[in-house]
């Protein structure tokens, strides 16, 4: 997530704070209610956001961790394309050799 689209989540969500804070008088509700109505909203979106971010820290699913992994992968195969090509380009005696010497030092 960017910052601006964290921003842009930011004034979302204190909009829709001062639209209930508005809009809930027009219900024949008093400001003191729709004070407590407004807060207890901004506080549920706050509890929510933050509970699962705690969640995808516990379980590791986090932004970094998570492109992290990807590239690890990528990495990877390509890494193992580059030997298995390597390997079958040598020889049939080279490639014996080859094996014998890792199975020797492992």
Known sequence: MTKGKIIQIGLLISLLGLLSYKLVPQ??????????????????????WVSSYVFRV???????????????KEYEKIVNDK????????????????????????
């Open 27 to 48: 219900f024949g509700i008093d400001n003191f209610t729709a004070s407590m109505i407004s807060n207890f909203i901004l506080i549920t979106i706050v509890i929510t």
């Open 58 to 72: 516990v379980n590791g699913k986090m932004t970094f961790m998570e492109q992290r992994k990807r590239y690890r």
């Open 83 to 106: 030997l298995e090509n390597k390997f079958n380009s040598l020889s049939k005696s080279e490639q014996e050799k080859l094996m014998e010497d890792l199975e020797k030092n492992p």
